[in-house]
C-alpha cells in the first residue's frame, strides 16, 4: 500500500522516527575526523553536495570537488592494484 506523505506529515510516530534518523545522522557525522570523511558519508547516504553543503557550511562546489578527489584516487588505486596483479608474460 503506498504511503501518503500527507499523512505521513501528521503521524507522531513516524515524526518520532525522522528525529532519531537525524539525530543519529548528526552524531554519525560529527564523529568523523575529517571534512573530506564526512563529505564521503554523506554523499554514500545519498544526499546531493547542495544538501552536504548545507549541513557541513561549506559551498556545493567545495563538496563537488572533494567527491572528485575521492573517486580520481579510487580509480588510480584500483588501476594500480590491477596492475600489481597482473602476470608477467
Same mark, same amino acid.
Given at each position: 500500500?503506498?504511503?501518503?506523505?500527507?499523512?505521513?506529515?501528521?503521524?507522531?510516530?513516524?515524526?518520532?522516527?525522522?528525529?532519531?534518523?537525524?539525530?543519529?545522522?548528526?552524531?554519525?557525522?560529527?564523529?568523523?575526523?575529517?571534512?573530506?570523511?564526512?563529505?564521503?558519508?554523506?554523499?554514500? !547516504?545519498?544526499? #546531493?553536495? /547542495?544538501?552536504?553543503?548545507?549541513?557541513?557550511? =561549506?559551498? %556545493?562546489?567545495?563538496?563537488?570537488?572533494?567527491?572528485?578527489?575521492?573517486?580520481?584516487? !579510487?580509480?588510480? #588505486?584500483? /588501476?594500480?592494484?590491477?596492475?600489481?596483479?597482473? =602476470?608477467? %608474460?
Amino acid at each position: 500500500m503506498p504511503s501518503n506523505p500527507t499523512k505521513d506529515k501528521d503521524d507522531p510516530i513516524l515524526q518520532r522516527l525522522d528525529t532519531l534518523i537525524r539525530l543519529q545522522g548528526r552524531i554519525a557525522v560529527a564523529q568523523l575526523p575529517t571534512q573530506r570523511d564526512k563529505i564521503i558519508f554523506l554523499s554514500g !547516504a545519498g544526499l #546531493a553536495p /547542495k544538501e552536504i553543503g548545507e549541513i557541513l557550511g =561549506v559551498s %556545493p562546489n567545495s563538496v563537488s570537488v572533494t567527491l572528485l578527489g575521492v573517486r580520481k584516487a !579510487a580509480a588510480k #588505486a584500483t /588501476k594500480s592494484k590491477a596492475k600489481a596483479n597482473e =602476470v608477467a %608474460p
